[in-house]
């Protein structure tokens, strides 16, 4: 047996995050040292560049990491062109728009999520509310608007005319796969502190009442103030299953890199998984020193990182670019 650092060290896997954006990483500073480069914000898709911006902006003008993330998360929450996030939307196999949230504070470990949440557009707001006013973690269904409702969280109309004509071409067809992406934000900020968000309506044209990883705790975000954060995009199943945004954290916390945390945790489901590779799962992370990192399973995913001075959209690494091969039980990413 090797270890993971030596296999790391020595596979392609190490040459591919090198030139995969994943390497692109902060140089290592003290977290209770503020630097030109905090608040990092590092969110998934490049519509996370808009949100990260806000976030930044809302730093600067004095507010906290959760502000941020709730700011931040919004911008994509509202942008009626996501289909796959807040107003915009994808319905569900009913025609009805049902959103799920989460939201974490690193300072006491403390976390908010609603799930299957109908008529309300900013569900991470809402997660943030359960967090600070009730001593639940997570609200579902219409217990979560119930509440909503009740701390001033205006009912809206979530179905637009573009997401619901998608969904009649679909009742006709019953075929097609819009896809299924999530907004994840994390942020670290300049007193060291770590903060996260997890936003999406889920996977189009899904049963009523399906809830994926995003509004659940260490799938599809987790949020450790001590290590790092991450967050997740893609088919949630494959993500809930093996509680992947824990499990990157957990290895960073051994010593990985956050790149190499995502990929690993990609190879470690991708072994037990029968799917192998073919999971469209894609992850984000950032510890404590203010190092970030991306991978997915397949090619397309690009993630968007901002610090003052800075604000670009990265590809991620591609594992499916690497041949993934099983050896003595294990897979190991062989290369080219």
Same mark, same amino acid.
């Given at each position: 047996?090797?270890?993971?650092? !030596? &296999? ?38 490049? &519509? ?60 006491? !470990? ?227």
């Amino acid at each position: 047996m090797i270890t993971r650092r !030596h &296999f790391l060290a020595r596979s392609p896997l190490a040459l591919a995050l090198a030139g995969a954006g994943c390497q692109r990483e902060q140089p290592t500073e003290s977290m209770s040292t503020p630097t030109s480069q905090r608040p990092l914000i590092v969110s998934t898709w490049p &519509f996370g560049k808009p949100a990260n911006e806000q976030a930044l902006a809302t730093v600067r003008a004095g507010g906290s990491g959760l502000d941020a993330v709730v700011a931040g998360i919004g911008v994509a929450e509202a942008d009626l062109s996501n289909s796959s996030v807040g107003a915009g939307g994808l319905p569900n196999a009913e025609g009805v728009v049902q959103l799920d949230a989460c939201i974490m504070a690193g300072p006491g !470990h403390r976390a908010g999520s609603v799930a299957a949440l109908e008529g309300i557009g900013h569900p991470v707001a809402v997660a943030r509310k359960v967090m600070e006013s009730t001593p639940h973690v997570m609200l579902a269904g219409a217990g979560a608007k119930k509440f909503a409702l009740e701390n001033g969280f205006p009912e809206v109309d979530l179905r637009t005319p573009e997401a619901t004509a998608k969904w009649r071409e679909w009742q006709a067809t019953r075929d097609g796969d819009p896809g299924h992406d999530t907004i994840a934000l994390l942020v670290l900020m300049p007193d060291g502190n770590l903060y996260g968000g997890c936003s999406t309506s889920g996977l189009a044209f899904k049963l009523p009442g399906r809830v994926g990883d995003s509004p659940i705790i260490g799938s599809g975000l987790y949020v450790d103030n001590e290590v790092g954060a991450a967050g997740a995009t893609g088919l949630g199943e494959n993500v809930m299953r093996y509680c992947a945004s824990f499990l990157i954290v957990e290895l960073m916390r051994r010593g990985a890199t956050p790149g190499e945390a995502c990929a690993e945790a990609i190879l470690r489901t991708a072994r037990q998984d029968p799917k192998g590779i073919d999971l469209s799962i894609n992850f984000i992370a950032i510890d404590k020193q203010g190092r970030w990192g991306a991978a997915g399973t397949g090619k397309g995913f690009a993630y968007a990182v901002t610090y003052p001075g800075y604000s670009e959209v990265l590809p991620s690494l591609a594992l499916s670019d690497l041949k993934v091969k099983a050896v003595g039980g294990h897979l190991e990413a062989t290369g080219d």
